[in-house]
Antibody
Framework: QVQLVQSGAEVKKSGASVKVSCKASGYRFTTYGIGWVRQAPGQGLEWMGW????????KYGQHVQGRVTMTTDTSTSTAYMELRSLRSDDTAVYYC????????????????WGQGTLVTVSS | QSVLTQPPSVSGAPGQRVTISCTGS?????????VHWYHHLPGTAPKLLIYGNNNRPSGVPDRFSGSKSGTSASLAITGLQAEDEADYYCQSYDSSLSGYVFGTGTKVTVL
């Protein structure tokens, strides 16, 4: 079955960077994309961006553009999300999710999710 | 604040039917972009309930159904059960933001 297993919780200082991993199994990795979504304490889900596992094309949300980089390692079926210049409002649970549909036509959804990674940013 | 607005909460007794609205605009739902729905218990992985406005993935009970009209979409839950108590989110694409967006989220309470 499809599984996405994320790396463990992180505690970072303001201004630092964090890199979260997401290891996929149970399907052909390069056939789908991977999206990243976060949820800050008491808030809703927020779409952060997406990466194609076929050609590594990316699209980032406006609110993290310039601070986020999404990458993949197809040899290990692992996707990564790095967020730089961390601020206190980056404290959140970060999820990776398998992306289905056609991302570039606006027809895209998330059909399997990782367990989430808590990133805490302290001053 | 999200461009897709949902009611903060809805409630119903076991066995009843509840609906959750997702109101957008001409740059997202009204532009014809599809709506997808997720069930989420905080601290756990969200679960896809509906994709492409009204399609259920394998394993999702037919108690869950989706619809879309104009600039809004709705999720209906019939035969409400205690296990349905969770947060629910809609998701679509917004051309003004050039990205995907989630709704503000709705907490469903089973009375």
């Amino acid at each position: 079955q499809v599984q996405l297993v994320q790396s463990g919780a992180e505690v970072k200082k303001s201004g630092a960077s964090v890199k979260v991993s997401c290891k996929a199994s149970g399907y052909r990795f390069t056939t789908y994309g991977i999206g990243w979504v976060r949820q800050a304490p008491g808030q809703g889900l927020e779409w952060m961006g997406w990466i194609s596992l076929y050609n590594r094309n990316t699209k980032y949300g406006q609110h993290v553009q310039g601070r986020v980089t999404m990458t993949t390692d197809t040899s290990t079926s692992t996707a990564y999300m790095e967020l730089r210049s961390l601020r206190s409002d980056d404290t959140a649970v970060y999820y990776c999710a398998r992306s289905s549909g056609n991302f570039w036509t606006g027809y895209n959804w998330f059909d399997s999710w990782g367990q989430g990674t808590l990133v805490t940013v302290s001053s | 604040q999200s461009v897709l607005t949902q009611p903060p909460s809805v409630s119903g007794a076991p066995g009843q039917r509840v609906t959750i609205s997702c109101t957008g605009s001409s740059s997202n739902i009204g532009a014809g972009y599809d709506v997808h729905w997720y069930h989420h218990l905080p601290g756990t992985a969200p679960k896809l309930l509906i994709y492409g406005n009204n399609n259920r993935p394998s394993g999702v009970p037919d108690r869950f159904s989706g619809s879309k009209s104009g600039t809004s979409a709705s999720l209906a839950i019939t035969g409400l059960q205690a296990e349905d108590e969770a947060d629910y989110y809609c998701q679509s694409y917004d051309s003004s933001l050039s990205g995907y967006v989630f709704g503000t989220g709705t907490k469903v309470t089973v009375l």
